[in-house]
């Protein structure tokens, strides 16, 4: 299982690396099934992984001219204050019992991963669909603030309340809202990630007991992993990469719930 869980840990960085996100939608399912963290304290550790992860990527992307930072900055303005807000001053109010249903009681752990795993089905819905890719317009990064203001809020929720970094939410965003090219798309989309993820993990700081070596140990694998995406993304058809890795992260968005309502 453990030889398991350290693969698990290359393929968030290789999504992340090929396909600009995902990897944030692997990252807590396998620290809570494969290394056996709690769903809070993971999506916690899901922050730095992905935050670290992405800041390779959007370097990586920015030596290449595929990243715009004034986009970054523009729809981080919203998203980082809502994600560190949530993590600092939310997710401490959120209690282990919520509710019954029944007999059934329903704890922060169980609704924690069925919403994740909801989120995980509309991820795969995004990334089967290869709309995104037939409708780009030219590129006009300074347009519609208000929208990326309100686009930038709503990612910040997601991230953070369920340590997600938003990649197949702000690709589309970028491309349809923006019309931002698909390649720059993949590059912002890593900066904006970072930045939304180490602000929201920084706000999580007094909260948990880290696991520094364990948590700068998969950090690194996934980082690797990021590395060698970028190397092979030339030769592979990404689009088809991303229809294959929707239907993937679809089966266990499904298997989660099944798994999660057993368990009540």
């Known amino acids: 299982m453990e030889i398991l869980a350290y693969v698990a840990s290359v393929l968030i960085g290789i999504s992340l690396g090929l396909i600009g996100g995902g990897g944030s939608i692997l990252t807590v399912p396998v620290l809570v099934y494969l290394f056996g963290?709690?769903?809070?304290?993971?999506?916690?550790?899901?922050?730095?992984?992905?935050?670290?992860?992405?800041?390779?990527?959007?370097?990586?992307?920015?030596?290449?001219?595929?990243?715009?930072?004034?986009?970054?900055?523009?729809?981080?303005?919203?998203?980082?204050?809502?994600v560190f807000?949530?993590?600092?001053?939310?997710?401490?109010?959120?209690?282990?019992?919520?509710?019954?249903?029944g007999d059934f009681q329903v704890?922060?752990?169980?609704?924690?991963?069925?919403?994740?795993?909801?989120?995980?089905?509309?991820?795969?819905?995004?990334?089967?669909?290869s709309e995104v890719q037939k409708t780009q317009?030219?590129?006009?990064?300074?347009d519609n603030y208000i929208r990326?203001?309100?686009?930038?809020?709503?990612?910040?929720?997601?991230?953070?309340?369920?340590?997600?970094?938003?990649?197949?939410?702000?690709?589309?965003?970028?491309?349809?809202?923006?019309?931002?090219?698909?390649?720059?798309?993949v590059g912002t989309s890593l900066l904006i990630i970072a930045l939304n993820s180490l602000i929201g993990f920084a706000g999580d700081i007094g909260h948990f007991e880290i696991d520094w070596p364990f948590l700068l140990r998969i950090t690194g694998i996934a980082i690797a992993g990021i590395l060698f995406g970028g190397m092979i993304s030339?030769?592979?058809?990404?689009?088809q990469l991303k229809k294959g890795f929707g239907w993937f992260i679809l089966v266990m968005g499904i298997y989660i719930i099944t798994h999660e309502i057993i368990a009540l």
């Open 137 to 142: 317009r030219p590129d006009k990064a300074g």
């Open 37 to 82: 963290i709690s769903p809070l304290l993971s999506t916690s550790y899901s922050l730095f992984i992905v935050g670290s992860t992405s800041l390779i990527g959007a370097f990586n992307s920015y030596k290449k001219g595929a990243v715009s930072v004034r986009t970054a900055l523009l729809f981080g303005a919203s998203s980082i204050t809502t």
């Open 148 to 185: 990326l203001f309100v686009f930038g809020v709503g990612i910040g929720l997601t991230t953070g309340l369920l340590g997600a970094g938003g990649g197949f939410l702000l690709i589309p965003t970028l491309v349809l809202l923006l019309g931002m090219p698909m390649k720059k798309a």
């Open 85 to 101: 807000v949530t993590r600092k001053f939310l997710i401490p109010l959120i209690p282990k019992q919520l509710f019954k249903i």
């Open 107 to 129: 704890t922060e752990p169980i609704l924690t991963m069925i919403l994740f795993a909801l989120l995980m089905m509309g991820a795969s819905f995004g990334m089967i669909s």
């Open 234 to 239: 030339k030769y592979i058809n990404s689009d």
